[in-house]
């Protein structure tokens, strides 16, 4: 808890003493405030919005395709949609700055 808060996020402790288990939720993040990458992972699926370094969403099947070099965002619009909306939901909450 932080002041009176519950923490937001999902407790990994069990995987880090060598259990296995699918995550619950979809894991979202941020990498940074001055070039935001905002990326998206559900599953196999890993969704990169669009950013300075690519002009269109990425989206690559990280199970079938570890280096994550083939984008599939054309060919599962449902999926890229699905992430981008949750990508769009989470930010809002965000502060626009960290200090």
């Known amino acids: ?16 003493r ?3 288990r699918k995550r ?5 993040w941020k990498s940074n405030n001055i070039s935001p990458e905002m990326v998206a992972l559900d599953g196999g699926w890993k969704l990169f919005e669009p950013n ?3 002009e269109e969403d990425r989206l690559p099947d ?3 395709n570890p280096a994550e ?3 599939l ?11 981008r909306e949750a990508i769009a939901k989470w930010n809002s ?3 626009k700055t960290y200090s």
């Open 69 to 71: 070099s083939v984008s």
């Open 24 to 28: 619950s939720t979809m894991l979202l």
């Open 52 to 54: 300075r370094r690519w």
């Open 1 to 16: 808890m932080f002041i009176g808060k519950p923490f937001d996020g999902e407790n990994l402790s069990d995987l880090w």
């Open 62 to 64: 990280v199970k079938s």
């Open 93 to 95: 909450t965000l502060p």
């Open 73 to 83: 965002a054309t060919r599962n619009p449902g999926v890229t949609k699905i992430s």
């Open 18 to 20: 060598g259990m296995d």
